[in-house]
């Protein structure tokens, strides 16, 4: 496909054996790859509904998210080991491998798995859930381009992961 490229996961999950809910993109941004950490776009919303989920300021470098994550018992890592995608658009994701599930479910008492964005739910419904027997609840993407849910409607969706912490 013209313009797209293969993408390798180049970071690893975050979770403890403490997390209890496994929140899954389908796979890392250009800019979480430069990153090298989940969610690194500036106008991607989920670090600031995570916030305001537990009335917290929103986190803002790479170690503030991972001590937000272990604070609140959230696990993080993406349905896709790699694929062909160009740019960031879920919808140009093509030949897609998945990561192993049962890598942070054996470790961790994951109470609920859930996924941002339809793609990443198709994929994990595809790919995953035959692999790992645990369904996922989907969640609206936080990105810029889901211009159809404001914030505070994300935060309202969002709310659905704190009955599994």
């Known amino acids: 496909m013209k313009g797209s490229e293969r993408v390798v996961h180049e970071f690893g999950p975050f979770y403890d054996s403490d997390s209890k809910v496994l929140i ?10 430069e990153q090298g950490f989940y969610y690194g776009h500036p106008r ?3 670090w600031s509904v995570l916030a ?15 001590a937000f994550l ?5 696990a993080l890592w993406d349905v896709l080991d790699s694929c062909e995608i160009r740019g960031a658009e879920d919808s140009s994701i093509r030949d897609p491998q ?8 054996d470790a961790a008492d994951i109470a ?15 790919l995953c859930l035959p692999v790992c027997g645990v369904p996922a609840m989907s ?4 990105s810029p ?3 159809a849910f404001s914030t505070d409607r994300l935060v309202k969706e969002y709310g659905k992961i704190l009955k599994y912490l």
């Open 44 to 46: 991607n919303r989920f």
């Open 139 to 142: 969640l609206p993407s936080t």
């Open 98 to 105: 998945p990561n192993d599930m049962r890598l942070i479910l």
């Open 24 to 33: 899954l993109g389908s796979i890392p941004s250009p800019k979480s790859r």
């Open 70 to 74: 272990t604070r609140h018992r959230i």
């Open 52 to 66: 305001a989920l537990f009335c917290e300021e929103t986190p803002e470098t790479v170690e503030d998210r991972k």
């Open 112 to 126: 609920a798995v859930f996924t941002t964005g339809g793609k990443a739910a198709k994929l994990y419904e595809k």
């Open 145 to 147: 381009a889901n211009c």
